[in-house]
């Protein structure tokens, strides 16, 4: 049965869109019949016709989200936007920086080819941020001569 007339009526009586009204497939032929605000007014009385509730958008997923960035997860390079300078702290960018630097000391340091008191000298110059990278430690020990001669 065709109920648009008697739906938008409804709509305007309940104050929601046509989409919200809900009409009792068991009232169908009553509600045909009716034809005036006042019949449409006595349906809704006797809830032969309803108001749908308003589908609103589910905050699950979002407080889900929310919960696990509180815990410091989600927080890691692939949700950054930016510039490298921006996706890394600085403290990781010298971490990332120093930790081979170091590492090439020590080896140099333990296969000696350079001495303790070097290494000493050197590890802090890194640490002073006077070295890029590891080939510029290695230049610069052949620059100023300070492998251990054999």
């Known amino acids: 049965m065709k109920l648009s007339t008697q739906k938008r009526l ?10 919200r009204v ?22 809704i009385d006797e809830r032969a016709i309803q108001k749908r509730a308003a589908t609103g958008v589910s ?5 889900y989200v929310l919960e696990q960035k509180r815990k410091g997860h989600r927080k890691g390079p692939g949700t950054k936007k930016g510039k490298d300078r921006a996706k890394l702290t600085g403290k990781d960018r010298w971490m990332i920086r120093i930790r ?12 000696n080819k350079i001495t ?7 590890y802090l110059m890194a640490k002073g ?4 990278n590891t080939a510029h ?14």
């Open 116 to 122: 303790s008191r070097t290494y000493r000298e050197l």
């Open 10 to 19: 409804a709509a305007q009586v309940l104050k929601v869109g046509t989409s």
């Open 22 to 43: 809900w009409i009792d497939p068991t009232f169908e032929d009553e509600v045909s019949l009716a034809i005036t605000r006042e019949d449409i007014k006595r349906l």
């Open 100 to 111: 081979p630097m170091r590492k090439e000391l020590r080896e140099l340091r333990d296969n």
């Open 137 to 150: 430690i290695r230049m610069y020990i052949s620059e100023h001569k300070l492998e251990v001669s054999k």
């Open 129 to 132: 941020n006077a070295f890029r």
């Open 59 to 63: 905050r699950g997923r979002a407080r």
